[in-house]
């Protein structure tokens, strides 16, 4: 027999039905973000459709890293340690992008409204108006209350996962 076959490093150890634990899972960083990337639209798409409907949509910042978190852990096959704080910036520009959404969405209602027919383009007046100061500016509740709700998301999930076992 080698000295290999009585090297407990080299067998994981065995389960309480005397068979051997599974070993852990190597996390797949890139494939994790891919699947929360799919959270990520998910909850643009959502924010804009809450906010349209006329509801206060910041709260789709908690669901949209509940889910990227855990489409996360479901491509990456792992906790994520690793690739913490790469899927913690994917769902901060999340976050943001669905901010700027909301935004867009109001700029394409308002053209309608304040645009004279053939002077500009739908497409130019939304991409000049969701970045421009004041109209950001006119927002600032509704900013804040994206953020509060991304930190509380993000501070949720991230205290579960540190309270998990590493896979």
Same mark, same amino acid.
């Given at each position: 027999?080698?000295?290999?076959?009585?090297?407990?490093?080299?067998?994981?150890?065995?389960?309480?039905?005397?068979?051997?634990?599974?070993?852990?899972?190597?996390?797949?960083?890139?494939?994790?973000?891919?699947f929360s990337l799919l959270?990520?639209?998910?909850?643009?798409?959502?924010?804009?459709?809450?906010?349209?409907?006329?509801?206060?949509?910041?709260?789709?910042?908690?669901?949209?890293?509940?889910?990227?978190?855990?489409?996360?852990? +479901?491509?990456?096959?792992?906790?994520?340690? +690793?690739?913490?704080?790469?899927?913690?910036?994917?769902?901060?520009?999340?976050?943001?992008?669905?901010?700027?959404?909301?935004?867009?969405?109001?700029?394409?209602?308002?053209?309608?409204?304040?645009?004279?027919?053939?002077?500009?383009t739908r497409w130019d007046?939304?991409?000049?108006n969701v970045f421009r100061?004041?109209?950001?500016?006119?927002?600032? +509740?509704?900013?804040?209350?994206?953020?509060?709700?991304?930190?509380?998301?993000?501070?949720?999930?991230?205290?579960?996962?540190?309270?998990?076992?590493?896979?």
């Amino acid at each position: 027999m080698s000295d290999h076959a009585h090297d407990p490093a080299a067998a994981p150890e065995p389960s309480a039905f005397g068979e051997p634990a599974a070993l852990p899972q190597r996390e797949m960083i890139a494939r994790g973000l891919v699947f929360s990337l799919l959270a990520v639209v998910g909850g643009i798409a959502l924010t804009v459709v809450i906010w349209r409907l006329g509801f206060i949509a910041s709260i789709t910042s908690f669901a949209l890293a509940a889910g990227a978190v855990f489409l996360y852990d +479901k491509g990456a096959g792992a906790t994520p340690r +690793k690739g913490l704080a790469p899927l913690v910036l994917l769902i901060l520009v999340g976050v943001v992008a669905s901010f700027f959404a909301v935004i867009a969405s109001d700029a394409w209602d308002a053209y309608d409204e304040f645009v004279v027919p053939g002077t500009i383009t739908r497409w130019d007046f939304i991409s000049d108006n969701v970045f421009r100061g004041e109209v950001i500016g006119s927002y600032g +509740k509704d900013m804040a209350m994206f953020g509060v709700f991304a930190v509380l998301g993000i501070f949720s999930i991230m205290r579960q996962l540190m309270s998990r076992p590493a896979s």
